[in-house]
């Protein structure tokens, strides 16, 4: 209902830039297979034991709740730009962190 294994996909589209440049030597049909392979209701699959762990059926009907209301519709609505939009900042802050811990080696080497 929420979108979770659309979202993966997008995730992962997302990566293949980056795996591409680990990877230089793979060829564009490599990359065209690999994301035919991406498939998010796999990954769905492989997730919803997590929830079962941690969550009732009694949770699992309040949240279904709140996902068809109308609050709930825009937020499934908003997620995938949001997670876009996070990893983003995600990265921009993993660069900071490299980069301020590469100050502080170059700091202590001197």
Request: hydrophobic share 45%; no cysteine; proline share 5%.
């Amino acid at each position: 209902m929420t979108g979770a294994g659309d979202m993966a996909v997008q995730m992962m589209e997302q990566m293949i830039p980056s795996m591409k440049r680990m990877m230089p030597d793979a060829p564009e049909a490599f990359w065209v297979e690999f994301s035919k392979q991406v498939d998010g209701d796999e990954l769905e699959d492989m997730v919803i034991p997590v929830y079962q762990k941690h969550l009732t059926q009694e949770d699992v009907d309040a949240q279904l709740v709140f996902l068809k209301s109308d609050a709930g519709q825009k937020m499934i609505q908003a997620q995938p730009l949001i997670m876009q939009e996070s990893m983003m900042i995600g990265q921009q802050w993993g660069l900071q962190l490299i980069q301020r811990a590469q100050e502080t080696l170059k700091a202590s080497a001197e």
